[in-house]
């Protein structure tokens, strides 16, 4: 069983920057592909970016070079660093945990953060 404590989010104006932080608890954490997730009102729920246990990074077209995705397999903790917010970056952001199939596939998620982009 994991369980993810996202942290972070809030209010900033257009071309700002954000840092989330999801902390972890639970086993075997440094095996888990980790990512972030984000849902808009009115729209399905979407990857932001992963990373792998050997550091991976995967990133959707609309945040690459904007955002960094990052973890500390020693604190349990996975980050995304957010910068040149934009309107379309508003949304709730979601912390994830995926077990590997070699340990039986399962998605962890976290209770989200609400990310506000606006002037």
């Known amino acids: 069983q994991v369980q993810l404590v996202e942290s972070g989010g809030g209010l900033v104006q257009p071309g700002g920057s954000l840092r989330l932080s999801c902390a972890a608890s639970?086993?075997?954490?440094?095996?888990?592909?980790m990512g972030w997730y984000r849902q808009a009102p009115g729209k399905q729920r979407e990857l932001v970016a992963s990373?792998?246990?050997?550091?991976?990074?995967n990133y959707a077209d609309s945040v690459k070079g904007r955002f960094t995705i990052s973890r500390d397999n020693a604190k349990n903790t996975v980050a995304l660093q957010m910068n040149s917010l934009n309107a379309e970056d508003t949304a709730v952001y979601y912390c994830?945990?995926?077990?590997?199939?070699?340990?039986?596939?399962?998605?962890?998620w976290g209770q989200g953060t609400q990310v506000t982009v606006s002037s």
């Open positions: 639970g086993t075997n954490f440094a095996l888990y592909i």
């Open positions: 990373i792998t246990s050997g550091g991976d990074t």
């Open positions: 994830n945990a995926r077990r590997p199939l070699s340990l039986g596939s399962k998605d962890y």
